[in-house]
T-cell receptor, first 118, second 112 residues
């Protein structure tokens, strides 16, 4: 069964450093997402991406964050200058179609990358 | 404002019993709802979904009920097994939007 994969599983970085989290969405999916989950809290939406551009983003997704699909398979989240409060699990998800007028579709999640900012 | 929340943070049931996990939502524009299961150290795993034009949907050992009048969603798990122990999240999707809004989660523990 196809699945979303993410690397690395755990990333430790110093405050102020840049990190890039990587995801390989399910191959025939067209819509890609990043969510984060601070320890013990609920999963929060960050951004959605379609056709090589951001289609929706939350207030969490400020100028320190960026996303990119550098090739036909990878989807990345970059945090330019990490802060302590960026420590969280970051989940990538993908769906074949988004939640638009045609009806929502299931978002499938990867196993996550645990980001620890020291 | 929009929010999705869960009534109970923890739930313990005996193996073999049925469990019901509840979820309240406040966004009347939401028309798609999903239950995810999250095991320790893993990502949310899709369990079952339901659209707003339905009241009930059944899967294997799971049933989701949607009451739009009171904005309530529930997940019923029949004949619980040890592998059902996890945190269960409800999530909603507003028509026209792409993001999922997750609830706080309920930790389900199956006692042997």
């Amino acid at each position: 069964e196809p699945e979303v994969t993410q690397t690395p599983s755990h990333q430790v970085t110093q405050m102020g450093q840049e990190v890039i989290l990587r995801c390989v969405p399910i191959s025939n999916h067209l819509y890609f997402y990043w969510y984060r989950q601070i320890l013990g809290q609920k999963v929060e939406f960050l951004v959605s991406f379609y056709n090589n551009e951001i289609s929706e983003k939350s207030e969490i997704f400020d100028d320190q964050f960026s996303v990119e699909r550098p090739d036909g398979s990878n989807f990345t989240l970059k945090i330019r200058s990490t802060k302590l409060e960026d420590s969280a699990m970051y989940f990538c998800a993908s769906s074949f179609v988004p939640g638009l007028a045609g009806g929502a579709d299931t978002q499938y999640f990867g196993p996550g990358t645990r980001l620890t900012v020291l | 404002g929009e929010s999705v929340g869960l009534h109970l943070p923890t739930l313990s049931v005996q193996e073999g019993d049925n469990s019901i996990i509840n979820c309240a939502y406040s966004n009347s524009a939401s028309d798609y709802f999903i239950w995810y299961k999250q095991e320790s150290g893993k990502g949310p795993q899709f369990i079952i979904d339901i659209r707003s034009n339905m009241d009930k949907r059944q899967g294997q050992r799971v049933t989701v009920l949607l009451n739009k009048t009171v904005k309530h969603l529930s997940l019923q798990i029949a004949a619980t097994q040890p592998g059902d122990s996890a945190v269960y999240f409800c999530a909603e999707n507003e028509r026209g939007a792409q993001k999922l809004v997750f609830g706080q989660g309920t930790r389900l523990t199956i006692n042997p």
